[in-house]
Structures are given as C-alpha cells and as structure tokens.
C-alpha cells in the first residue's frame, strides 16, 4: 500500500511568485492534515480537511494560504504572493477516519521544502 | 493549552549506549501521546503511542516510552543504540483533530 505522497519535494521561489503543493493521502483515508515546521521550530499545524470539507483551518497563518481537497482525495496549499518567511517544511498526513478519533495514528509523507528567495 | 516541551535538542551518544529523550507535556484533559521519528530525508514515522492502559509503550526499533501523570512526561528511551538510530525525534500530543509537536530532539549516534 503507497504512503502519503508529496510533490514537490524541494520548491525554490522568489518573493511574491505563487506556489502550489500537493499531497496524495494513502488510499481510503477521510482525514487529510496540513503541517508547516519554519526555520527548524516546532511542527505546527496549518488545517484538516474530513473528505472534502474544511473541519479546521485555524491554524492557516493568513489568506494569501489556500488549501483545497476537490472530491475528497488529494489536497492543494497554494501560497500566493509567497513572503520569505513562508520558507519550511510543510508536511501533509492522513488518518483513516470513523470512530478512533484522536486516537488514530496520522501518517506522514515526506514533506516539501520550501524556499522563498 | 495543550504544549510539549521536549528538553534536549540534541543528545550525542555513543553506539550500543542507552539513550533517553524527554519529553513533558501540560494538558487539562486525558492525553493521548506519540512519539514520531525523521530519519534523514524521509517523512515522520511513528514509533509509539500512548493512548490508555500500560504506562509502559513499546514501539518499533526496540524503542519504549513511559508515561507518567504525576509528572506529565513521557520520556523515550533505548537501552543500546544503533548508528542507524541517528534522527530527529518528535514528541507530540493529540489535541482535538491535530497533533501539538515539541521541537524535537536530534539523536547523534557516535561509533
């Protein structure tokens, strides 16, 4: 079984251009997570998707972060106009979902490292 | 608030030495804990949860963790360590739908 896969996994951008990442979350999984580790910090969480639906955004630093999971599978960050202090790593993870809750073990992928120049 | 503060950022050990990384938590609600590891140029893996029942976890590679109440920690430990153990190693708490992580320990393994 494939795990939670990430593209790109290294992107370098300039200040004020706009990138898109995307995370393939392993099959069959309604829970779909967004993470940001900054400059060697914690992991902080960025939101949740449950299939297609935002359950919490909370913790998406501003608008110019839009993340989108059409039809409940992969899911898109898309930053626009990048800022340098978006530079990290930003990981995605997915749980199956149902009755475990906060007891489910998340799975991560990769991650994709991000530079803004 | 739910937080974790693991208390080294890097602990140099020498191979077949016994490691122990800490980690403290403060929470008001019954906590679910984990333990995540990144190897270098790879995702997190879990290594070990907490959840209820046994205060001592055994997770993977011959890790084990405990968790105690009383002094909300959850420390990891390995009693002989291996070069390939050297990562970064992430101690988390569930909060509602999203984990809370510490800021990580970098476990340096020396031959």
């Known amino acids: 079984e494939a795990g939670v896969t990430q593209f790109p996994s290294h992107s370098v951008i300039e200040k004020g251009q706009t990138v898109t990442l995307r995370c393939d979350p392993i099959?069959?999984?309604?829970?779909l997570y967004w993470y940001r580790r900054v400059m060697g910090k914690e992991i902080k969480f960025l939101l949740h998707?449950?299939?297609?639906?935002?359950?919490?955004e909370s913790g998406m630093p501003n608008n110019r972060f839009l993340a989108e999971r059409t039809g409940g599978t992969y899911s898109t960050l898309k930053v626009q106009p990048a800022e340098l202090e978006d530079s990290g790593v930003y990981f995605c993870?997915?749980?199956?979902?149902?009755?475990?809750?906060?007891?489910?073990?998340?799975?991560f992928g990769p991650g994709t490292r991000l530079l803004v120049l | 608030a739910q937080s974790v503060t693991q208390l080294d950022s890097q602990v140099p050990v020498f191979e077949e030495a016994p490691v122990e990384l800490r980690c403290n938590y403060s929470?008001?609600?019954?906590?679910?804990l984990f333990w995540y590891v990144q190897y270098p140029n790879q995702g997190l893996q879990l290594l070990l949860k907490?959840?209820?029942?046994?205060?001592l976890v055994k997770g993977i590679n011959g890790f084990e963790a405990e968790f105690n109440k009383s002094q909300t920690s959850f420390h990891l430990r390995k009693p002989s360590v291996h070069i390939s153990d050297t990562a970064e190693y992430f101690c988390?708490?569930?909060?509602?739908?999203?984990?809370?992580f510490g800021a990580g320990t970098i476990l340096r393994v020396k031959s």
């Open positions: 993870a997915s749980s199956q979902g149902g009755r475990a809750g906060l007891q489910e073990t998340q799975y």
């Open positions: 099959s069959g999984h309604d829970n």
């Open positions: 998707f449950v299939k297609e639906s935002k359950q919490d």
């Open positions: 929470s008001s609600v019954s906590v679910y």
């Open positions: 907490y959840l209820s029942g046994s205060t």
């Open positions: 988390a708490v569930s909060l509602l739908n999203k984990l809370v």
